[in-house]
T-cell receptor, first 112, second 115 residues
Framework: QKEVEQDPGPLSVPEGAIVSLNCTYS??????FMWYRQYSRKGPELLMY????GNKEDGRFTAQVDKSSKYISLFIRDSQPSDSATYLC????????????FGPGTSLSVIP | DTGVSQNPRHKITKRGQNVTFRCDPI?????LYWYRQTLGQGPEFLTY????????KSRLLSDRFSAERPKGSFSTLEIQRTEQGDSAMYLC?????????????FGAGSRLTVL
């Protein structure tokens, strides 16, 4: 079993839809949770990060962490064609701070 | 600052040849990382540096791989005697630690194709 799992998709939604992207993980020591977006043939770029449990909102994006279930989510409201990309969740522990572990990514297409 | 720069962007080589990739990180950052990404997978950690010191290496980094960061500035990743299984995107990232979460800034990657 991999440390971090994601549904690979592809996920296809119409423009304006609410998108829900999810990750599960096995290591209860993970404390920092991040979401990266990766366009084709580009490096990943950070969307947002959260520490421990709770919600965080940034514009159209909301990140949720449920440590009791080892489950994190990213919601995208009013999705746009420019949101079409692969979304990677990533996480680290406090003690192994430098080793960021990525999920396999979910491919999202937003159809105009 | 132009971000993290990687060269070359794409390298095609024959099996058994050596290849070298270069990464220029963000100058204010004190950590530099190498990751490998294959199609349909997330980036996998290979190694990282704090200044010029290489502090951790993944078991994915076989003895054919070597990374250096002379003088704590740019870094190189060399792969000797390439194999077809080495075909992947090699991503470099840098970060400023401590800074809350370890936020990595990635370069665009160097894609390796081994024929």
């Amino acid at each position: 079993q991999k440390e971090v799992e994601q549904d690979p998709g592809p996920l296809s939604v119409p423009e304006g839809a609410i998108v829900s992207l999810n990750c599960t993980y096995s290591n209860s020591a993970f404390q920092y949770f991040m979401w990266y977006r990766q366009y084709s043939r580009k490096g990943p770029e950070l969307l947002m990060y959260t520490y421990s449990s709770g919600n965080k909102e940034d514009g159209r994006f909301t990140a949720q962490v449920d440590k009791s279930s080892k489950y994190i989510s990213l919601f995208i409201r009013d999705s746009q064609p420019s949101d079409s990309a692969t979304y990677l969740c990533a996480m680290t522990t406090k003690t192994s701070y430098d080793k960021v572990i990525f999920g396999p990514g979910t491919s999202l297409s937003v159809i105009p | 600052d132009t971000g993290v720069s990687q060269n070359p962007r794409h390298k095609i080589t024959k099996r058994g040849q050596n290849v070298t990739f270069r990464c220029d990180p963000i100058s204010e950052h004190n950590r530099l990382y190498w990751y490998r990404q294959t199609l349909g997978q997330g980036p996998e950690f290979l190694t990282y540096f704090q200044n010029e010191a290489q502090l951790e290496k993944s078991r994915l980094l076989s003895d054919r791989f070597s990374a250096e960061r002379p003088k704590g500035s740019f870094s190189t990743l060399e792969i000797q005697r390439t194999e077809q299984g080495d075909s992947a995107m090699y991503l470099c990232a840098s970060s400023l630690v401590p800074s809350g979460a370890n936020v990595l800034t990635f370069g665009a990657g160097s894609r390796l194709t081994v024929l």
